[in-house]
């Protein structure tokens, strides 16, 4: 079973940035994708940005030139670079994991962008 944790969420301001992170732990070897989705209040959970093993990514159109995901080297991290940030990219940010064996969570990590 795979466990995921998130880091970096924050208070920005509009225009700002921020670097989201994600570390899995336990059955990493059945990974062969990660991506970030986010849920706002009152909406349901949605694709931000995936990226497979072999470096295969999908962005929302929403976030495409604005968010980069990338892995570590160790492929058990991803993480979301958010630049240009605007007020409607504010929600709750989820890890998740692809395996053979299904999908995996994380807890999420807040983020709110305002002035």
């Known amino acids: 079973q795979v466990h995921l944790v998130e880091s970096g969420g924050d208070l920005v301001q509009p225009g700002g940035s921020l670097r989201l992170s994600c570390a899995a732990s336990?059955?990493?070897?059945?990974?062969?994708?990660m991506g970030w989705y986010r849920q706002a209040p009152g909406k349901q959970r949605e694709l931000v940005a995936t990226?497979?093993?072999?470096?295969?990514?999908n962005y929302s159109g929403s976030v495409k030139g604005r968010f980069t995901i990338s892995r570590g080297n160790a492929e058990s991290t991803v993480y979301l670079q958010m630049n240009s940030l605007k007020p409607e990219d504010t929600a709750v940010y989820y890890c998740n994991s692809a395996t053979i064996k299904g999908g995996y969570w994380g807890q999420g990590t807040q983020v709110t962008v305002s002035s």
């Open positions: 990226m497979t093993n072999g470096g295969t990514i």
């Open positions: 336990g059955g990493i070897s059945s990974i062969y994708a």
